[in-house]
């Protein structure tokens, strides 16, 4: 038996998107929580036997023993007939139940099986101890013990509170830490003495005095019997903890939860929204309660003193407010329970350090309230909600009302300053109250943390710790087998990236559900490796379309309205240390074989921004001319008109809007380039085609509206009409990327793809989610194609998938098991309850097959492995984007580059390794618009210090400096003041930037460049370049200290007067550009110095030197 130890987290309804808010507030959009730190990621599949959401009772129990159970499970089986339907007693009316056996083939729990073998272990909620994430491993209830006649809560099993903690005080569990006191104690039972959060009995009483939740014993005595010290208080858990007789330990903490998701007044019960905590001055947690991080450290620190500890330990922890606040939308509160969990996440690290053989794994069931986070102004607004499209008085917009630091319509929160010296501010958006089937991320670190499936199934959390706890390895659940990518043969590749824009987890569940069944398996769920991507810009918390695009292409975090350029104008330096060149920019002049591929026009972000920069994203004709201009030899989307000139009709009969006359599709056939029109002409493509312009629509091949309104206009979700009346069938970018590779993949060299499908981010924007369905299967079907080819054909490819935004925070939602399920038709409108105040309850219109207006028509989920699934409905944040929950993922080559969270910069990171090879990129730093001090390291570096005035200095590798705006000291090597003659240095290349700047090549051969402005330019030691560029700037060779450098001082027309000091006759020489000649100057003498004049422009003086010394040989044309 293993010796090993297993820390499961369970912090309920929790999605990426929670994560993120946690992080802005407690470590900036740059900085880490421990819940990103965890070094093993995958999305999480909740579904239940018998419903596409998972339940917290059901998805316990499921963890808690490997099995799919049905929702209203509290550790039984529905007993059903041959048809597979569940029996329900006629008697009762009640589901027929028997007796459950888990994965391992016993009738117990993991926890169970874990006291059994006598490793010690741990139970930690902070609510009370009978919620299901901690009671479902200790205990089991079932129909037969809901009280006859119960109603509301009290008549599902979980609701069975003092049954629950009964059996997990009678479970031999060594600690036992949460809220509760009421599930403990008799009717009429005075609180014990030390549990001062409890007034008297009579308190106790007007909670609840129902069987369900109040036992006949008193459980207290019973847990003192069985020898264990009960605590009340964050201060009486210390004290034990400390004392190293301890080693049964009861916590209780709370009269109910340990969090105020509710609010006990003498008029009745209020929920725990943020407008009656505030009114109330009721805080989110009760103060004298330990968090769930400072029980989980007392935990361990009793287990490992306990002998059973040298068996191995178990300790499951749920953080239970993250699921209660957001399932009443209270941001402020959900917040708090983020932070508490995450402090969780780092005490478990801090025990891995200290025992390696430890599993942590965390994971959510579901996602409470669908909560998505957006930027905002001081104050929060709403977010428009689910429009039709039309003027429809009966369906109006739903304004969604954003939540703030205290409730609806708020100020707003405040995150952390970013690396680039910002601080946000923030909203939360909900989609509703209930729990969704959402976008879950489970989270593992450690112990066999690399060995959980590429996507995970619930049952698969089991699968882990078990196999960590007992070493027996476990059959899997029969869904379709990943199959790996075959591995790598050479030391660089091809890179395919597709971008289906606005896409989380929630969106490819939504395609798995209708397509495959909730137990099918999507091309999306084959990716070997996933990683959170964080996709904050320079300048804000949500990536934009065109800046996101940008940092793709670059590898630097752009400003939210960049198109290639960065916040003074200026071209993007890239991470690669290239201003104003991207990766597929790089590719060309690298002579592989490039494609961009969209589902919208051309000039989309996601492909223009790769080999365009613009002013403005809406110059699509200028972007588009650099498209076509670029040398990328397949191009293939939408956006006839933006290569068209105005009075010309186009293919799909609409005109060109280009104002300058040129037609670039007759350019591009002149450039040698096949054009097609259709699907047709695309899969039948001349034979020896290299260069290929397709062209499927006079804007985007997709019909970018709310359903309501395309079926108003009698279109489809793709394809239009042409002149004729013909719809069009455009290629899907899977047959675009499939018609693509063939030509691609006959360069040697390699190649690179990149491929947009937009109308996930179009439709999602519009809340349309008929249409956001059938994009998210095409972008599906085009990974298909992608794992097809690496696996058959070129295992030296790399295909890595993100987005940059999350559209419009789609969720799945069913009402069971709470209410009936839904039929086929839904006569009247449907709504789902979202954040409620003090006052008022807001509703979300929710959307079917066909829209938002009613007769509703649900979408069905095709069958799990276990049965029907039934029906369902999708619920929408907002139109806008937002953060979101994104996943990142890859396969085949340099797949595990990916890391469990990645930075959206770090997508470039990947791709560039892989065209160009590991270690080709150098180290990167950048600055804030403030004065930074920024020093490399002794390897090669790219600094970009943007605004400010700054010091910047390169180190000893051969680095590329840039200063930006303002004033700077730019250093080739060392950071100090001298010279550095002694001590060897990098080749560097040096660019000031506008500003008067004062820059030091330091040791080496390097290239100085001072660009706007008065700037000082030291070569120092070695072979220098100086150039002075726009203003008045002074050139210093060698700075008089005797070394032996040949320089070069280059001087232009147009910028300035330059005084060139240290010249060396013989040695140096004096540079000329842009088709200067030694012929156009005039020499002349000024005391002991030279004048260079172009006519009655003053070009340069130079110090010291006769101008007999200034022949032709001292002068060199430069090639710019």
């Given amino acids: 038996m293993a010796n090993n130890h297993v820390i499961f987290i369970h912090p309920d309804g929790t999605s990426p998107a929670h994560f993120t808010m946690a992080r802005l507030v407690k470590a900036g959009p740059d900085g880490r929580l421990n819940w990103d730190t965890l070094d093993q990621a995958r999305v999480y599949l909740g579904h239940m036997e018998d419903q596409l959401t998972g339940t917290s009772n059901g998805g316990a129990v499921t963890h808690a023993t490997g099995v799919k159970v049905y929702a209203e499970s509290f550790g039984f089986e529905a007993v059903r007939d041959e048809d597979g339907n569940p029996v329900v007693d006629e008697t009762t009316g009640r589901l027929v139940e028997e007796e459950l056996t888990a994965l391992s083939g016993k009738t117990q729990t993991i926890m169970q099986e874990a006291v059994a073998a006598n490793k010690a272990t741990a139970l930690i909620n902070s609510g009370v101890i009978a919620e299901p994430g ?69 308190q106790l009483d007007a909670i609840s005095t129902a069987s369900n939740i109040r036992p006949s014993i008193n459980l207290i ?23 190293p007789s301890v080693t049964k330990v009861l916590g209780i903490f709370a009269n109910e939860d340990t969090f105020n998701d509710n609010i006990p007044t003498p008029e009745g019960n209020l929920r725990g929204v943020e407008e009656n905590l505030l009114a109330t001055n009721t805080p989110a947690y009760v103060p004298t309660a330990p968090t769930v991080g400072e029980m989980l450290k007392a935990a361990q620190t009793i287990l490992e003193r306990n002998p059973k500890f040298e068996n191995g330990s178990f300790t499951v922890l749920e953080e239970e407010g993250t699921d209660n606040f957001g399932n009443i939308d209270n941001a402020s509160g959900t917040l708090e329970a983020l932070l508490r969990t995450d402090e969780a996440i780092g005490v478990a690290k801090e025990f891995y350090e200290k025992y390696p053989n430890t599993l942590i794994i965390t994971a959510a069931d579901s996602d409470a309230g669908g909560l998505q986070i957006d930027d905002s102004d001081d104050t929060v607004g709403t977010f428009r909600t689910n429009p039709t499209g039309l003027d429809l008085p009966d369906f109006p917009d739903f304004q969604n009302p954003g939540d703030g630091q205290n409730g609806v319509g708020t100020e707003a929160f405040v995150a952390q300053p970013s690396a680039s010296g910002n601080t946000y501010s923030f909203a939360a ?116 379309s065109n800046a996101g695009a940008v940092t793709h292409a670059t590898g630097v975090k752009a400003q939210a309205r960049s198109f290639g ?126 260069k290929l312009l397709g062209i499927f629509a006079a804007e985007d091949t997709y019909n970018d509206n709310p359903e309501e309104r395309n079926q108003s206009l009698g279109l489809d979700n793709y394809g239009q009409p042409l002149p004729d009346g013909t719809p069009t069938d455009p290629p899907t970018i899977a047959e675009m990327l499939a018609a693509a590779l063939p030509i691609l993949a006959a360069d040697p060299d390699g190649f690179m793809v990149v491929a947009e499908e937009e109308g996930t981010d179009n439709f999602s924007n519009n809340n349309n989610s ?10 599906d079907a085009a990974f298909g194609v992608a794992m097809d080819f690496i696996r058959q054909q070129d295992p030296n490819t790399l295909l890595i998938t993100a987005a940059d935004s999350e559209a419009g925070g789609l969720q ?28 008022e309850t807001f509703q979300n219109p929710v959307d079917g097959s066909e829209g938002r207006v009613p007769p509703l028509t649900p979408f069905a989920a095709q069958p799990s492995l276990d049965g029907a699934m039934g029906n369902f409905v999708t619920a929408w944040a907002g139109t806008p984007d937002f953060s979101g929950s994104i996943v990142a993922k890859t396969y085949g080559m340099n797949a595990d580059l990916l890391n469990s ?91 000031g930037g506008t500003g008067n700047d004062r820059i030091s090549g330091k040791s080496g051969n390097d290239e100085l460049y001072g660009e706007a402005g008065d700037d000082v330019i030291f070569g120092d030691a070695g072979d220098d370049l100086l150039w002075g560029g726009l203003g008045d700037d002074i050139l210093i060779g060698n700075n008089f200290l005797g070394a032996d450098g040949a320089n070069t001082f280059v001087i232009a027309a147009g910028e300035g007067t330059d005084t060139i000091v240290d010249f060396h006759v013989g040695r140096d020489r004096i540079g000329l550009v842009n088709e200067l000649t030694f012929s156009d100057l005039s020499i002349d003498r000024s005391g002991s110095s030279s004048v260079i004049r172009l006519g009655d422009e003053v070009l340069a003086i130079v110090n010291n030197v006769r101008p007999g010394a200034l022949t032709a040989e001292a002068f060199v044309a430069i090639q710019v």
């Fill in 134 to 202: 901690t009671g479902a491993f200790a205990a089991r209830v079932g129909q037969a013990d809901v009280p006859e006649g119960a109603t509301g809560f009290a008549a599902f099993p979980r609701g069975q509170f003092a049954e629950i903690t009964r059996q997990v005080v009678e479970s031999g569990i060594d600690v036992i830490l949460g809220g509760g006191l009421v599930n403990y104690l008799p009717v009429g039972t005075e609180p014990p003495e030390g549990a001062v959060y409890a007034e008297s009995a009579e």
């Fill in 221 to 243: 005595e019973l847990a003192e019997s069985l020898g264990y010290t009960v605590v009340y208080t964050k201060e009486q858990l210390q004290a034990v903890a400390d004392d």
């Fill in 429 to 544: 958006a909900w989609a509703g109250t209930p729990d969704f089937a959402g976008a879950i991320v489970s989270k593992a670190h450690g112990l066999n943390a690399d060995k959980l499936p590429v996507t995970l199934d619930n049952t698969d959390i089991y699968r882990a710790m078990y196999e960590t706890l007992f070493g027996v390895d476990l059959p899997d659940r029969e869904v379709p087998e990943f199959v790996p990518a075959p591995e790598a043969t050479q030391d660089t590749g091809n890179v395919i990236f597709i971008h289906p824009d606005g896409t989380s987890p929630s969106l490819y569940s939504f395609a798995r559900f209708v397509s495959e069944g909730p137990d099918g398996r999507l091309n999306y769920d084959q990716f070997s490796n996933s990683g959170v991507y964080l996709g904050h810009m320079r300048n804000q918390i949500v990536g934009t």
């Fill in 565 to 690: 350029l960065d916040e003074f104008g200026e071209p993007v330096v890239s991470r690669s240390g290239k201003r104003g060149v991207t990766i597929l920019e790089e590719a060309i002049a690298a002579g592989k074989a490039t494609a961009v591929i969209n589902s919208g026009f051309i000039a989309e972000p996601g492909t223009g921004a790769f080999l365009a920069e613009v002013e403005n994203r809406g110059d699509v004709a200028a972007i588009t001319e650099q498209i076509v201009a670029s040398g990328v030899d397949i191009i293939l989307g939408g956006g006839e008109i933006h290569y068209l000139p105005v009075g010309t009709v186009g293919r799909f009969g609409q005109e060109g809007i280009r104002e300058d006359g040129r037609n670039l599709i007759e350019e591009a056939k002149a450039a040698g380039y096949t054009v097609v029109f259709s699907k047709e002409e695309l899969q039948n493509l001349p034979e020896g085609t290299t």
């Fill in 770 to 779: 008929r249409g956001a369905l059938e994009a998210t299967l095409r972008a």
């Fill in 812 to 839: 799945i939602w069913q009402p069971t098991p709470f209410a009936p399920a839904l039929p086929e038709t839904v006569d009247e409108a449907l709504t789902l309850p979202v954040n409620p105040t003090d006052t």
């Fill in 901 to 991: 969270t990645v930075d959206n910069t770090e997508i470039y990171q990947i791709m560039y390794q892989t065209l160009f090879g590991l270690g080709s990129l150098p180290d990167y730093q950048d600055g804030t618009n403030d004065a930074d001090e920024l020093v490399g390291g002794d390897g090669k570096d790219v600094i970009v210090a943007f605004g400010g005035a700054d010091l910047v200095a390169g180190g000893l590798g051969d680095d590329i400096l840039y200063g930006g705006e303002g004033g700077d000291i730019l250093r080739g090597d060392l950071n100090v003041g001298d010279a550095q003659n002694d001590e060897a240095g990098g080749n560097d290349v040096i660019y």
